[in-house]
Nanobody, 122 residues
């Protein structure tokens, strides 16, 4: 069984930065693709970013391109989301997710974290 634990959320002013982390623990044998999603109040969950097992492939939703960077450290079983130039519309609960295997891009995810709140004040 695999668990995902997000951290790094918080309150930040518009224009500021935050770095989210997602630690993968448990039976982590094998390769996996990782993604970040977010859900704002009253809205559906949306895709934010994804990264392949090797890290060579990344994908972002248009609204965060040029501001967010997804990265991973497989030795630490951790994925990061560096969020810069934050805007109030980035306010949401951010979730990391795992998809077993190397298929790119992933069409679905197998394991989800509990989420971490990010609030951007204007």
């Amino acid at each position: 069984q695999v668990q995902l634990v997000e951290s790094g959320g918080g309150l930040v002013q518009a224009g500021g930065s935050l770095r989210l982390s997602c630690a993968v623990s448990g039976r982590t044998f094998g390769s996996y693709v990782m993604g970040w999603f977010r859900q704002a109040p009253g809205k559906e969950r949306e895709f934010v970013a994804a990264i392949s097992w090797s890290g060579r492939n990344t994908d972002y939703v248009d609204s965060v391109k040029g501001r967010f960077i997804i990265s991973r450290d497989n030795a630490k079983n951790t994925v990061y989301l560096q969020m810069n130039s934050l805007k109030p519309e980035d306010t949401a609960v951010y979730y990391c997710a795992l998809r077993w295997g190397t298929t790119w891009p992933p069409l679905k995810y197998d394991v989800w974290g509990q989420g971490t709140q990010v609030t951007v004040s204007s």
